[in-house]
């Protein structure tokens, strides 16, 4: 009897503690997150308490990716979701507003602090150096977006370039307003590095409040991971830093942030998204810029077509580099981010020292 009373006692024992350990599992906090370099931030943070659930997997658009029944269930659940904005992945408003309303959202391009810049239509880029800095430029890219027409004292226009422009500018807003970019800013915040970091500090505030019982462990993780953007942020710094006036053309305007915070100088994209085809005239004109400007350096990502890459470096001679500013060929989790940073860097350094 006293064994068998032992052993009740050691099953209740047991049993409590099972209990206790579910609770504090239960408690840690369900984050749904939108793309590879959103999750590696978070991930980072959440090391050593729970993992996020990534909805755009590796290699989709996340401009059109159609939501996974894992994905639907992981919204219903979740307590946190983090995003880029709307301006990224437009489907998923109406997603976590029908699937998620119980869950708190941290749209990371609202955050204060965080650089934003004004889309760019143009196939080719104005090429002096960018200032740097990281305010809210959220009301000079209105101004900027609103005084789009620059065209107005060239009166030797005549009625049909008028009117081509007034097209091209509609298909433009047209093109901005059906993936989510219908306030004129550039989604690809991710790529500066300065924005990085402004976001760890966010998300790592939110989940302090969210799960105070973890707040050491992500305090800690928040050091480090501050720690691993920096070091990555100054090793592109000082590779890039030889080539800042050599210029480049990419496949799609994506990379505005990276420019910008590393003071190198892109002087057009073949396409304004990687959603749409360039017509032409943008083809035309992206020669041009590629052939006045004796660009040497096209780069170029996975899935844009090599075709219209060729088409615009084959009477310039251009070498052809893949970037991939979504990290799909890195390891996930919470190296991705500052991995992604020292690759494009790497990759960029190369061509643009093979150029120079």
Not at 165 to 183: Q, Y
Request: glycine share 8%; net charge negative; with cysteine.
């Amino acid at each position: 009897m006293r064994r068998l009373s032992r052993l009740s006692s050691l099953f209740v024992a047991v049993s409590v503690m099972v209990g206790i350990t579910g609770a504090a599992r239960a408690e840690a906090p369900r984050i749904v997150t939108d793309v590879a370099p959103v999750t590696s931030l978070v991930a980072a943070l959440t090391d050593g308490v729970s993992r996020p659930h990534q909805l755009v997997p590796q290699g989709a658009s996340p401009h059109d990716t159609r939501l996974k029944p894992s994905g639907a269930a992981a919204l219903t659940q979740a307590d946190m979701i983090v995003q880029v904005g709307a301006g990224l992945t437009p489907w998923l408003t109406d997603a976590r507003e029908t699937l998620g309303a119980g869950a708190d959202v941290l749209v990371l391009m609202d955050v204060a602090g965080t650089t934003r810049w004004p889309l760019r239509r143009e196939a080719g880029f104005e090429t002096a150096h960018h200032d740097h800095g990281h305010e809210d430029h959220h009301d000079e890219a209105h101004v900027e977006d609103d005084g789009h027409d620059t065209h107005d004292t060239h009166d030797e226009h005549d009625d049909h370039a008028d009117h081509a422009e007034h097209d091209a500018h509609d298909h433009a807003e047209e093109h901005e307003e059906a993936h989510g970019h219908a306030d004129g800013i550039d989604p690809h915040g991710w790529l500066d590095p300065g924005n990085g970091l402004i976001w760890l500090e966010a998300i790592a505030a939110e989940l302090t409040a969210r799960d105070p019982g973890n707040a050491d462990v992500y305090k800690a993780n928040l050091a480090r991971a501050r720690a691993a953007v920096m070091q990555a942020r100054d090793a592109a710094r000082a590779g890039l830093g030889p080539y800042r006036d050599v210029g480049f053309v990419v496949s799609h305007d994506a990379y505005q942030y990276f420019e910008r915070a590393f003071d190198v100088t892109a002087a057009g994209a073949i396409a304004m998204s990687d959603a749409q085809a360039p017509g032409p005239a943008r083809l035309g004109e992206i020669r041009e810029v590629v052939k006045e400007g004796r660009i040497r350096c096209i780069f170029v990502e996975p899935a844009f077509s090599a075709r219209l890459a060729e088409t615009v470096a084959e009477a310039s001679g251009a070498e052809l580099v893949a970037l991939d500013p979504m990290g799909v060929e890195l390891a996930p989790g919470p190296d991705l981010y500052p991995a992604l940073i020292r690759d494009i860097a790497t990759r960029m350094a190369g061509c643009l020292g093979r150029a120079s």
